[in-house]
């Protein structure tokens, strides 16, 4: 690297950190707010959908662990890859002329090639990851919506409860899956940034 190529990677590794950081704090203060007013609320009307609503939250806290981990993994891998790439690169442009000279150039395109290939290589398992992640997620949440939406109607079906409260159960638990989405979602930026840092 020349001097500007580090300074440049430092900067936006450096904006990569203090720009998430920022954005956290309130992030977090916010969806935890929402999270625990949205419960008390399901609380207060029915003890059962309080339980149903909280229901992905234990598998969330499960897999989060193998999750978390696995992300950090591949996004140091990506990241350790794409400074590998960006080195050769700045190396050859910068001694392409010798490059030519000794008729080299046909090697050094070979190996871009190899260290493109492995980059999209290691890109395409991190995508591949999250998508599987969030697949099963969506999942687990769709599942849980649709345990919601049955009790609310046996429920309904025994005059326990209105149409009224049955439309404010389902909101209320899907603001509630929305708020700890949120939380969950930091997740990523979190790696990010303490990978960067």
């Known amino acids: 690297y020349s001097n500007g ?3 440049n990677r430092f900067n936006g590794d450096i904006g990569t950190v203090s ?47 193998f999750v978390i981990k696995k992300q950090r993994e591949y996004s140091k891998k990506v990241r350790e890859m794409s400074s590998q790439l960006m080195t050769f690169e700045v190396e050859t442009f910068y001694n392409f002329d010798t490059i030519k000279s000794f008729g080299v150039a046909p090697y050094y395109s070979k190996k871009m090639r190899w260290w493109q290939q492995k980059y999209k290589d290691i890109s395409l398992r991190y995508n591949m990851f999250s998508i599987k992640t969030n697949i099963f997620l969506s999942v687990l949440g769709m599942l849980v ?9 046996f429920r309904l079906w025994t005059h326990d409860i209105s149409y009224g409260t ?20 930091i997740i990523p930026s979190f790696l990010n940034s303490s990978v960067s840092a």
Do not use: E
């Open 5 to 7: 190529d580090i300074l």
């Open 166 to 185: 049955m439309t404010l159960f389902l909101q209320q638990r899907s603001n509630l899956s929305g708020a700890f989405n949120n939380v969950i979602s």
């Open 145 to 153: 919506q649709f345990v919601a939406f049955g009790y609310c109607l």
């Open 19 to 65: 720009g998430n950081a920022i954005s956290w704090l309130p992030t977090i203060i916010i969806a935890i707010y929402k999270f625990i007013a949205t419960f008390v609320v399901i609380l207060h009307y029915d003890v059962v959908m309080a339980v149903i609503s909280f229901l992905s939250a234990p598998f969330m806290l499960l897999i989060s662990r």
